[in-house]
């Protein structure tokens, strides 16, 4: 404890006993700058004249006093060192600004390329370049506790540009790429930690960019990507985002909080308040909170974002991947469609392919003009909902709960219940499957009851056209129709509570039909999807838990 407490007092002095290069504004009374500007009196007047002598000296430290200054080249840390703001031995990162001069000079600010480099509490504004306008990190550089604001970059990151390094700490605002990340752009396994990226813009991820690393526990919020990921946009199979909120950005095409491509990974973030202007529905455009092809979300809450097209939560495209434990709630879509595409939105969840969406909660989205307000299966094959609780959506028309518009989809152990749509709708407000020739559609262990549609139909609606399989299954009513593959299916009340969950009265306990995808598997509530004991499946996404028998044995 005693040599713990002695190095404390030496970091919080400042490593008075270092060895260090000193740095004031130029004119500062007092001072006659001279090598080795060892001391305040004879401090360097130049950023990158005090790095410069602190490396020929061997020496790792080089302090900036708080003031102005203004480059006319990038400031190049090739050493082990770290500079940083000093103002009577705290940081200072609001008066110590480093200003690079754009359009007077065409220059970023800081490159910075040694793993033991570190820059640390400054003010970093009006930077330009190619890549990084503001700051370049290289072979395990960091960036820490810096305000980077107001830089430019013709291609890569206006603002910090981290190649192999860290950025930890910062706060990234109004920068703008033509390209990619107009906040930070991320390779080579880099990481944005605990960062604030704000009002950035670029064509793609306009918070930021990431095409190898990780952004932890940072706030990503009101970004502009002109066509990808207004938040973020992840495109590597090393890129993953995680514990990190992703508020109120926009873009007009893809993805308005974030874009996940090539087994890019979100986890635990908060996608909220987001917005994809994009109107017209296609493989490729859409995503309010979040557009995903081979992917994977998990543990998100996905919330009030909203797209002009399709899928206000999550548009999942192609091979769209996983999405797992998300709340998906709140999110609009379609509020506008012209040239005629104004119907199937999607405001939950849109499917443009296949893909997974399992132990999701889908719940009081709202489709703005049409068709499927929780979700809605477009197109091509393969798409899956399991163990999902699809509740409270509304639609003006055809299936506030479920839209399958065409292609083939697989419904397991779900529960579809308390959707809405609107007085005059001839269609259902559970699910509605259409008549596209080809279709099929399985609902195996899944609830559909409890729907409304003052017109009637209030739970399923289906066309004659396309194939469908109803398996162990409580529908109202238990179709009939020759499209209709139903075995061990009824139209019982399933006896839900407040929270749709199965009462012990219900003849849903224990009637599911086993698949080998549950061994191991949970609930929505994360409990074993089978009894542990008789081995049987309950029928919807949650699995009934009795109150049990106590026994005193004397």
Not at 290 to 317: K, L
Not at 367 to 389: F, K
Request: hydrophobic letters at 35%; glycine letters at 14%.
């Amino acid at each position: 404890m005693k040599y713990a407490f002695m190095l404390t007092v030496v970091l919080l002095a400042g490593w008075t006993g270092a060895q260090v290069c000193h740095v004031v504004p130029p004119g500062t009374a007092g001072v006659t700058p001279a090598y080795p500007h060892d001391s305040w009196t004879n401090a360097a007047t130049n950023i990158q004249t005090a790095v410069n002598a602190a490396a020929a000296q061997g020496w790792t430290n080089v302090w900036i006093t708080n003031g102005e200054y203004r480059l006319t080249s990038a400031v190049l840390i090739e050493d082990a060192m770290t500079v940083r703001s000093w103002n009577n031995g705290a940081l200072d990162r609001a008066g110590t600004t480093v200003d690079g001069n754009y359009p007077n000079t065409t220059n970023r600010c800081f490159w910075l390329d040694h793993a033991e480099a570190v820059l640390r509490g400054l003010t970093i504004s009006n930077g330009y370049s190619n890549n990084g306008g503001g700051v370049r990190l290289a072979g395990g550089a960091v960036l820490d506790d810096c305000l980077v604001i107001g830089n430019q970059s013709s291609g890569f990151a206006g603002g910090v540009y981290a190649d192999q390094s860290t950025v930890t700490g910062c706060l990234v605002a109004a920068n703008e790429s033509t390209d990619y990340g107009g906040g930070i752009h991320l390779q080579n396994y880099s990481l944005a930690i605990d960062c604030v990226v704000s009002n950035n813009k670029s064509t793609t991820g306009g918070g930021i960019h990431i095409s190898s690393g990780t952004a932890l526990h940072c706030v990503v919020e009101g970004n502009l990507g002109t066509s990808l990921g207004g938040g973020i946009r992840a495109s590597g199979g090393n890129s993953a985002v995680i514990a990190t909120d992703i508020l109120r950005n926009r873009t007009t095409i893809f993805g308005g909080g974030v874009a996940l491509e090539n087994n890019s990974v979100a986890r635990d973030c908060l996608i909220a308040g987001n917005t994809n202007t994009y109107f017209q529905r296609s493989s490729s455009r859409g995503g309010g909170g979040v557009y995903i092809t081979n992917a994977v979300v998990e543990d998100c809450v996905i919330s009030n974002n909203n797209a002009y097209g399709v899928g206000g939560g999550v548009n999942m495209v192609n091979n769209g991947g996983i999405v797992r434990r998300c709340t998906i709630c709140c999110n609009r879509a379609g509020e506008g469609s012209p040239g005629g595409n104004d119907f199937y939105h999607g405001a939950g969840v849109f499917f443009y392919g296949s893909g997974t969406v399992e132990n999701c909660r889908i719940t009081g989205n709202t489709e703005v003009l049409s068709s499927g307000a929780g979700v809605t299966i477009w197109d091509q094959a393969g798409a899956v909902l399991r163990n999902c609780l699809v509740a409270e959506n509304f639609a003006p028309s055809n299936a506030a709960g479920i839209c399958v518009y065409r292609g083939t989809a697989t419904f397991e152990n779900c529960t579809i219940t308390a959707n809405h749509v609107a007085p005059g709708s001839s269609s259902a407000g559970g699910v509605y499957l259409s008549s596209a020739i080809g279709n099929l559609t399985t609902f195996r262990n899944c609830i559909i009851y409890g729907n409304t549609n003052p017109a009637g139909y209030s739970n399923i609606y289906w066309s004659s056209a396309g194939s469908r399989v109803v398996e162990n299954s409580c529908i109202a009513p238990v179709p009939g129709a020759a499209s209709f593959t139903v075995t061990d299916s009824f139209a019982d009340d399933p006896k839900l509570d407040a929270g749709y969950r199965l009462t012990g009265e219900s003849r849903c306990v224990n009637a599911g039909l086993y698949q080998t995808w549950m061994d191991g598997a949970l609930d929505l509530d994360g409990r074993p999807r089978l009894d542990r004991f008789t081995g049987l499946v309950d029928i919807g996404c949650y699995e009934h838990v009795g109150m049990g028998a106590m026994f005193r044995i004397r």
